[in-house]
């Protein structure tokens, strides 16, 4: 009986999944699921990314996910793109619901890109279909090489790892061959980065990839216009 309800859950999430999907496709934006731990460095990437690919003429916004508090919203601020948080109160994880929410309230015309910033959690989050075309995931280096194969679903619905925090590794234990390695046996698909948000090493590689999916669902034809707004749900 608990099985079914759960099923009955997850099949009415897909089906909206499915709807926001349509919608975004509908105005070809690239949807990219951001996952990891909380602390591994998803806002810090963000803002990373968000700088390089504003000087590229892309069109950016951002859903922000968080159990509480505006804070990574806040530090987004600074970049004058449309930012809707989501609070989920104690959910661990977004789901299509709460995105269907968020993204009815964005402009989809104006955007090229739309990040999803998930809750910091290396489980949940990578149950739900959010509408995305991409689930991407970061482990840093102070996490351990092993959490693909303790962590294993993340691992195996993302299409990139970003191994995050290069800067730390001499500091550490972690050994990225290992690390590649166990992410490779959990899913064999898996692009693989290893970068610094501090340092910007590897950030071009992954902003390669990135633009790589951009010019996949937009051609050549990115567009400059941007509706900056914040909005708090
Ligand atoms: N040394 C180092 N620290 C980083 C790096 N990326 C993020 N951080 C730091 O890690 C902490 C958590 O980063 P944040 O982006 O908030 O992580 P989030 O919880 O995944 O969004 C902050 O103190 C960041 O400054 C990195 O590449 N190297
Ligand atoms: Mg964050």
Redesign the pocket.
């Known amino acids: 009986m608990k099985i079914t309800v759960l099923e009955n859950i997850m099949e009415a999430n897909d089906s909206i999944a499915e709807e926001i999907r349509g919608k975004l496709a509908a105005h070809q934006v690239l949807a990219i699921n951001l996952m990891?731990a909380?602390?591994?460095?998803?806002?810090?990437l963000l803002e990373q990314t968000i700088q390089r690919l504003k000087e590229l003429g892309m069109r950016v916004g951002v859903i922000e996910g968080d159990i509480a508090t505006t804070r990574?919203a806040d530090r987004l601020q600074k970049f004058d793109i449309p930012i809707v948080q989501i609070n989920t109160g104690s959910a661990c994880h977004l789901d299509a619901n709460m995105i269907r929410n968020a993204v009815n309230s964005l402009d989809c015309s104006t955007l090229d890109i739309l990040i999803i910033?998930n809750v910091?959690n290396l489980v949940c989050p990578a149950e739900f279909k959010i509408g995305e075309d991409h689930k991407v995931m970061m482990l840093s280096v102070t996490e351990g090489d092993e959490k693909p194969l303790k962590y294993p679903l993340m691992f195996r619905e993302s299409s990139v790892m970003l191994i995050?925090?290069m800067?730390?590794l001499p500091y550490t234990n972690f050994n990225i061959d290992e690390a590649r390695s166990n992410a490779s046996r959990i899913n064999p698909h898996l692009t693989i980065f290893a970068l610094?948000?501090?340092t910007g090493e590897g950030l071009d590689a992954w902003l390669g990839w990135l633009t790589s999916q951009l010019m996949k669902k937009h051609g050549n034809e990115v567009t400059r216009s941007r509706t900056p707004t914040t909005k708090k749900m």
């Open positions: 990891s909380p602390g591994a460095g998803k806002t810090t990574d910033e910091g995050n925090k800067d730390l610094s948000c501090t």
